[in-house]
């Protein structure tokens, strides 16, 4: 069992930057390959990106590539997600998820566990 928990969300205006942390419980943190995705109002679910246990690998979806980074520290339990020039339709709750695989996945259904959320809004 894994239990998530995002944190570092908030309200910045465009062109800014945020940088959201995962912690996540358990000793085997370091066998799960991990994810952001995001949901905004009346929108389904989204990918955002993905680093591989090792964190050797990352993948990212078209519209944040360049500006936001995914990367992790195994021995802290924890995967960030940094965000620069941050942009109006990056509002949106971002989730951070955990697969029992050492590849990272592009689609929510892979993922098996689950944090709460937190909010980001990006102001015009």
């Known amino acids: 069992q894994v239990q998530l928990v995002e944190s570092g969300g908030g309200l910045v205006q465009a062109g800014g930057s945020l940088r959201l942390s995962c912690a996540a419980s358990?000793?085997?943190?370091?066998?799960?390959?991990m994810a952001w995705f995001r949901q905004a109002p009346k929108k389904e679910r989204e990918f955002v990106a993905a680093i591989r246990w090792s964190g050797g690998t990352t993948y990212y979806a078209d519209s944040v590539k360049g500006r936001f980074t995914i990367s992790r520290d195994n021995a802290k339990n924890t995967v960030y997600l940094q965000m620069n020039s941050l942009k109006p339709e990056d509002t949106a709750v971002y989730y951070c998820?955990?697969?029992?695989?050492?590849?990272?996945?592009?689609?929510?259904?892979?993922?098996?566990?689950w944090g709460q959320g937190t909010q980001v809004t990006v102001s015009s």
């Open positions: 998820a955990a697969r029992r695989s050492r590849s990272g996945g592009v689609y929510s259904s892979e993922y098996d566990y």
């Open positions: 358990g000793r085997t943190f370091s066998y799960y390959a």
